[in-house]
């Protein structure tokens, strides 16, 4: 099997935190993980996706939000609607 050496510039404080979570898995060491990880890659047997966490609402917003959807729903909340751009607009700037 030929071999390469990939080099990757990280900060020590990121390599250090990913050596710690590496071991914290089982792995014996972050090149480990980096091999694993681009087997499964370079094999299409995993995807990547970078997705913001949730927001967390605090309890009184969470019922702020709930009582907007349900006065929406209810029809208490007021809401237009346009059929096309320029009546939007001329809303927006009136």
């Given amino acids: 099997m030929a071999t390469t050496t990939l ?7 990121v390599r250090d935190n990913a050596t710690k979570a590496a071991r914290e898995q089982g792995f014996s060491s972050l ?3 980096v091999r694993v990880f681009l087997s499964k890659f370079a094999d299409r047997c995993i995807d990547i ?3 913001p966490p949730a927001v967390q609402l605090s309890e ?9 959807v349900e006065d929406y729903k209810t029809g208490k909340l007021p ?3 346009f059929t ?4 939007l607009m001329k809303e927006l700037n009136s």
């Fill in 7 to 13: 080099q990757i510039p990280i900060t020590k404080r």
């Fill in 31 to 33: 090149q480990e993980v």
């Fill in 49 to 51: 996706s970078f997705t």
């Fill in 60 to 68: 009184k917003n969470d019922k702020r939000y709930a009582k907007m």
């Fill in 84 to 87: 096309n751009v320029d009546e």
């Fill in 79 to 81: 809401v237009k609607s």
